[in-house]
Structures are given as structure tokens and as C-alpha cells.
């Protein structure tokens, strides 16, 4: 396959070769690529394409897009009879509806009289309208496929490498196709590949936020590319679920439920309709991780269990099968080859790659509400066979592991094997180091590493991996849960009993980490603190302000995570390793200056943040006789810290969250006029 690939674009170049366009022609090249372009005019939303060779093919770009708008190959000489036949079942469609949903072709004219089949198409993955052209120009068969604001630019590319129209005249060529219908549809767009651009910028955005459990980042990036896309394709065209949905379930990450609930509703409606086919699957899935957060595990293992299944249809089962195979490049003795190793060939299109990603993921979460339920054996075996899946299929990427070796840890906990829990929970640190440096779920999973070791009475090393993950909280300035905090704070406490000498240092520690605690009510404010400055973000210099810090806390997770594979290639790696440190400086430096132009910017932004106050200043500012309660509630206790004459007093009570929200009521209650 891939050698008939490679012959396709060697064709092509050889052809387009004979005939050199004049220097006229071209315009400068684009940043990375060697050879000039050729002008192709502008597209059907204003900006200027141009066509760049490379080894590969020819490539057009349009805007200030550094991916390609759309892409011309040459096939073998085809008349209108041939034509046809592969534009409705030839590997050129094959290959477009991995990709794409398309419509049956319609048969147009180009250039007034040469035949072509016309394909409107819808992106899968991402939802933007997407059209692919066949033509037979000069006797030989020629394949294109974008954006579909660029379909003049690829029509006249088509025009300049059959030899229908000069390459100087391309900046200028009319493009006029016979179906009048096709043709109003093709000159309407109302977005540009800029938007593609911009809409693509923010989902990674997005992404890379989830990942690293920054969810306010998160829910701002995905309400913006929830709203461009809603501007450009309508509020009410189904193919806008995508973004919906993750901006959804990010709002349930914060325990914003009730917004959640709203958008989930919509994306219900709308989800049935989208070309992308794991749009309904996703959204029960989705729906199952809200019912996790939500603490109903019975709701969400239904949910998950239905998702798991709609995935699973649109797999060949050979995938999904642990005990059919022992590796991607592998079958084991009996097996049907054939049907292995078409299933592997599946794995090339997105749809397959997500939907088995979702049957993955569907079945670690299965193994969560599992182990809620206090079904430690079943859930084991969810989690041995989504790693059994992983490792088959050849996904496997460290974060991925990382979560699986995470959940592993959570069942081995609750089944008293404190010992391997600790071990996963090291496995699992590495990997998200690895995939997520210096973010958030590094530091969680220290602190559940700390909770595990003090569990199993190994204070000195519960303590370093609690430190850890504490320090690095209020170095990304976020918070956590209590019940994270919470047997860090015992482990210190036996540790300020084990030496009595160093208490009040110890208190304060204990203090300063009760700070780091993020209750249900801070979460809320944070996530209406991310709508206000999403609002916001409507201003141009905030938009600028935010997009340049998440490009520089992106930057710099990119340099850590080259540090990381760099330091694991052995010796003799000194000098690189110095230089990279610089770089890792610069960027830290850079990341600190964007965080003042933000904060500048737009002055909520600091509401999304986790500020902690060490005792000693606290102590500071107490005057004679006066003292400072601080209550960090857990779900079944709580952590009472009494600062007062330059003391410390710490202690723990068994009135938990629930508890405590009674106590709060009867006495607002008490205080309210009857």
C-alpha cells in the first residue's frame, strides 16, 4: 500500500516537472519547505493559497495555516467512464471515508470541459465541512481532497499540473462548475481555514489541559472552540458535538453538574446526526464519568458498559479480543491471520483509533465504579484486560499506562495489598512525569503514593512522596482534594509525636498543607471564575494574553519531557542535558512574565488559582488574645488548626463533610427570622 502511494506522488512530481512554471508564478517559500510555491489566487473565504512540492506531493496552503488546506495526487490515465468507477469504489474513496463522510458524487464539468466528481464530505473527526474532487484532465486521473473554502485553489491546481490552464494564470482563474447547486454550496462557506486553524489550536488547548487535570484551563478552551464552531456551522448543525461534550464533561471535572446536565441534554439531540460515528458511544461515556463524579458507580457502570459496547461495534473483534493476540506484529497458532491483520490495517483510520481508545478507557472506569462497589477481583480483571488490549494493539502511550497502573493501585488498596499498591503508584508517577511533567495528576499521584505508605507504616517515605506533592501543588499554584490531603496531615502528625522536639515546625508543615485542600465550594467559584473569563476572552488582548501563557506552560511541559527522555539515554549526555536546562529557564522565565501580562489583562484571572498562607505569617499578624481557627473537612472527619500566641495546636475530630453540613444548617436555620 504504501509503495503505490509513494509511486501516486512520484508521478505526480515527475508530471508537474516537465513544465516549470515561470518565476512569475511563485511566491516565496514557506517556512520549511525548500522548493518555492506556486500561486493558486485566493480561496472562497478570501485567502490567498498557494501550492507547495514536496517529497511527498503537492500540498496547499491557505492563509496563515501551517497545515495543509487540501492536497493533489495524480493517478493512472482515466477517461469520465474510469473516473466515475473510482470515485465511487476505488482506494481513493476507500481512503477518504476512513477520514470522512461523504455523499455520492455528483458529476460536474471544470474548466468548461473536462468531467469530475464532486464529493461534499464532513470531517469525521472534528466536524468541518470537507469536499474531494476527481477529475480527468489531459487523459490522466487527478485526486483532490480540503477544506471547502479551498476548492477554487484545488480546482486550479488540478488546472496547472494537467496543463489546462498556464501556472501564471492561476491567481486569476475563474472556477466555474456545471451544477449551479454545487457551485452556490462551494462559494458560501462561512468560515475559513483560519478558523480551522484556530478551532484545531483550541482543542489542543483543551486536551492538554484535561490531561494534565487543569479543568478551568480546560472548560475556557473548549467554550471557545464550542463557539467558533457554532458561529461558522450553526448552533444547530449536529456536527458541533464534539466540543460540546468535552466542554461538558470538563465542567462535571470542576462539580459544575447543573451546566454539565444542560449541554450533555443538547449533545444528546444532536449526537445521532454527526458524521463522526463514536459521537454516540462518547456521549454515554462521558455521561458515565459525570455519574462517577457525581458518586452514583451503579448509574455510571450502566452508562459505561453501553459505551463500552458502542464502541466495540465499530471494531473488528480480532481487536478487542485479548487472547487472540500476543502483539501487534503477531498470531497465535489457529488463529484467522487474515482477519488480524486486516483488523491491525483498521487501526490507520482516526474513527477506529478512538473508538478503541474509548473501549479502553470505558473499561478502566468500569474497573473505578467497580471497585466502589467493593468488587476488587472484577475490576482487576477489567484493568489486566485493557492493558491486555493496549499492548496488543501497540497503544500504549505512558500516560495511558500510567492511569491504568493508577486504578490498578486503587484496587489493590482496597484489597489490603498495600505493598504492590505503593509499587503501581511509583509506575505511575514515572509515566505521567514522562507524558505530563510538572502537572497536576504528578502530584496527586504522589500524595495517593504518600497515603498508601503511611497506610502500610512507612512514615519516612510516606512523608517524602506527600513533600513532593505538596511542593509542586504551590508551585503550579493549584489545589486538591482533602481527602488526598488528609493521611499526608496524619502521617506528619505521628511524625510530630515520634519527635516531639521538632512539633510546632511539624504543625506548621501540617498547616501549610491543610491550605492546599479544595473543597466542593471552591471548585464551583473557580469554574464560574473560568466562565467570567471566558467572557472576557471576547477581548482581544485578553484572548492574545491567555493563548500566550498556555503557549508557554506547553512550551515548557515540552522541554521537560525532552529533559526526561534525554536524561534516560545513558552517559555522556552532559553538555546537552546543560543546554536544555538553560532553555528550561528561559521558558520558566517566559511563563512567569506571561503570567503578569494575564494577570493585567484580565485581573480575575488570578480567581483560578490556589493561593496558600504559611503559619508563620499568619502568626505574624495576630495580636495579643487574638487566635485563627482553620477547619480542613474531609469526607469523614476533619482537621482543626488553632493558631494562637505564636503556638500551634493541632487536632482531628470525627465530624466529617456530611456531618459538619447538618451542623451549618440547623445553625443558619437558627439565625433566620420564622
Request: positive net charge; proline residues 5%; hydrophobic residues 45%.
Amino acid at each position: 500500500m504504501r509503495r503505490l502511494v509513494f509511486l501516486a506522488w512520484a508521478m505526480l512530481a515527475g508530471l508537474a516537472g516537465c513544465a516549470r512554471p515561470p518565476a512569475s508564478a511563485y511566491l516565496s517559500a514557506r517556512s520549511g519547505f525548500e522548493a518555492p510555491q506556486i500561486a493558486l489566487g485566493r480561496d472562497s473565504g478570501g485567502e490567498s493559497c498557494a501550492a507547495a512540492r514536496t517529497k511527498d506531493g503537492v500540498l496547499i496552503y491557505c492563509g496563515a495555516w501551517r497545515q495543509p488546506s487540501a492536497r493533489v495526487t495524480a493517478g493512472s490515465r482515466a477517461g469520465a467512464a474510469e473516473l466515475a468507477r473510482l470515485a465511487e469504489a476505488g482506494s481513493w474513496r476507500a481512503g477518504l471515508e476512513q477520514r470522512y463522510s461523504c455523499a455520492a458524487p455528483r458529476a460536474v464539468i471544470i474548466f468548461g470541459r473536462f468531467p469530475a466528481r464532486l464529493l461534499l464530505c464532513t470531517q469525521r473527526l472534528g466536524g468541518w465541512p470537507h469536499v474531494a474532487l476527481a477529475a480527468s484532465v489531459g487523459g490522466r486521473a487527478w485526486f483532490a481532497d480540503g477544506v471547502q473554502p479551498a476548492y477554487p485553489a484545488m480546482e486550479r491546481a488540478i488546472g496547472i499540473l494537467g496543463g489546462a490552464i498556464a501556472p501564471g494564470a492561476a491567481r486569476t482563474a475563474s472556477v466555474a462548475i456545471s451544477d449551479q447547486l454545487l457551485a452556490d454550496r462551494l462559494s458560501e462557506a462561512a468560515f475559513t481555514s483560519g478558523d480551522i486553524r484556530e478551532f484545531d489550536a483550541l482543542m489542543r488547548v483543551g486536551n492538554s489541559a484535561n490531561q494534565a487535570e487543569d479543568y478551568p484551563a480546560a472548560v475556557t478552551a473548549y467554550r471557545a472552540a464550542l463557539a467558533l464552531q457554532q458561529k461558522a456551522l450553526g448552533a444547530e448543525n449536529p456536527n458541533i458535538v464534539a466540543p460540546m461534550m468535552d466542554l461538558a464533561l470538563n465542567l462535571s471535572d470542576q462539580g459544575n453538574y447543573r451546566q454539565a446536565d444542560r449541554l450533555f441534554a443538547e449533545a444528546a439531540s444532536l449526537a445521532p446526526g454527526a458524521a463522526d460515528a463514536t459521537a454516540v458511544p462518547r456521549l454515554l461515556h462521558y455521561r458515565g464519568l459525570d455519574a462517577l463524579n457525581q458518586g452514583h458507580p451503579r448509574r455510571a457502570l450502566s452508562l459505561l458498559e453501553r459505551a463500552g459496547r458502542g464502541y466495540a461495534s465499530l471494531l473488528p473483534p480480532a481487536l478487542i479480543t485479548p487472547h487472540r493476540m500476543t502483539g501487534p506484529d503477531s498470531v497465535m497458532p489457529g488463529s484467522d491471520a487474515t482477519e488480524i491483520l486486516t483488523a491491525q490495517t483498521m487501526l490507520l483510520s482516526p474513527m477506529s483509533q478512538q473508538a478503541l481508545l474509548g473501549v479502553m478507557e470505558t473499561l478502566r472506569y468500569r474497573a473505578v465504579a467497580l471497585a466502589g462497589l467493593g468488587q476488587s477481583r472484577a475490576a482487576g480483571l477489567l484493568v489486566r484486560r485493557a492493558s491486555i488490549i493496549a499492548a496488543n494493539n501497540g497503544v500504549a502511550p505512558p500516560v495511558l499506562n500510567a492511569r491504568i497502573d493508577r486504578i490498578a493501585a486503587t484496587i489493590d488498596t482496597a484489597a489490603g495489598r498495600n505493598g504492590e499498591a505503593a509499587d503501581r503508584l511509583a509506575e505511575a508517577g514515572l509515566g505521567f512525569a514522562q507524558a505530563l511533567p510538572g502537572s497536576r495528576p504528578v502530584a496527586d499521584t504522589e500524595l495517593l503514593r504518600g497515603a498508601v505508605l503511611a497506610r502500610a507504616r512507612r512514615i519516612p517515605e510516606a512523608l517524602a512522596a506527600c513533600r513532593r506533592g505538596a511542593a509542586l501543588l504551590r508551585r503550579l499554584r493549584l489545589g486538591t482534594s482533602a481527602r488526598l490531603i488528609s493521611p499526608c496531615l496524619e502521617a506528619l502528625r505521628v511524625a510530630a509525636e515520634q519527635a516531639p522536639g521538632s512539633a510546632h515546625a511539624v504543625h506548621a508543615e501540617m498547616f501549610g498543607m491543610a491550605e492546599l485542600a479544595q473543597g466542593t465550594t471552591t471548585s464551583e467559584e473557580i469554574a464560574e471564575s473560568a466562565a467570567r473569563l471566558a467572557a472576557d476572552a471576547r477581548n482581544p488582548r485578553v484572548a492574545a494574553a491567555i493563548r500566550a501563557r498556555q503557549d508557554a506552560v506547553m512550551a515548557l511541559a515540552r522541554l521537560y519531557r525532552a529533559r526526561d527522555d534525554l536524561a534516560q539515554g545513558g552517559t555522556g549526555k552532559t553538555s546537552a542535558l546543560t543546554a536544555l536546562d538553560a532553555r528550561i529557564a528561559a521558558a520558566d522565565a517566559r511563563l512567569s512574565r506571561t503570567d503578569e501580562t494575564v494577570e493585567a489583562a484580565a485581573p480575575n484571572f488570578g480567581q483560578l488559582v490556589q493561593e496558600s498562607v504559611p503559619a508563620r505569617s499568619v502568626l505574624a499578624l495576630l495580636r495579643p488574645h487574638e487566635a485563627f481557627l482553620d477547619i480542613m473537612l474531609a469526607p469523614d472527619h476533619a482537621w482543626l488548626f488553632l493558631l494562637h500566641d505564636k503556638r500551634i495546636e493541632v487536632a482531628r475530630t470525627a465530624i466529617g463533610e456530611l456531618r459538619m453540613t447538618s451542623l451549618v444548617r440547623a445553625v443558619r436555620h437558627s439565625l433566620e427570622p420564622s
